[in-house]
């Protein structure tokens, strides 16, 4: 299932907005959405139960776009 859910690492978006020279509230701000998160799975037999994200902002989350 791990593949079915690529993500991107939020070390790598770190990076990657300090690249673009991002201020470092706005950083941070960003960053802070993406911590401490649970999340659940659609399945044909219901939702999952929930579990902890460990790292990286999900394929399909809806500010992916703009980041």
Same mark, same amino acid.
């Given at each position: 299932?791990? @593949?079915?859910?690529?993500? +991107?690492?939020? @070390?790598? %978006?770190?990076?990657? %907005? $300090?690249?673009?020279?991002?201020?470092? @509230?706005? +950083?941070?701000?960003?960053? =802070?959405?993406?911590?401490?998160?649970?999340?659940? $799975? $659609? *399945?044909?037999?219901?939702? *999952?139960?929930?579990?902890? +994200?460990?790292?990286?902002?999900? =394929?399909?989350?809806? $500010?992916?776009? %703009?980041?």
């Amino acid at each position: 299932m791990r @593949k079915a859910f690529d993500s +991107v690492s939020l @070390k790598m %978006l770190r990076a990657a %907005l $300090i690249r673009i020279r991002v201020p470092s @509230k706005e +950083v941070n701000f960003i960053l =802070q959405l993406f911590h401490n998160r649970e999340s659940s $799975i $659609i *399945t044909d037999y219901g939702n *999952t139960e929930l579990f902890i +994200v460990p790292d990286g902002i999900d =394929q399909g989350e809806v $500010i992916s776009p %703009l980041l």
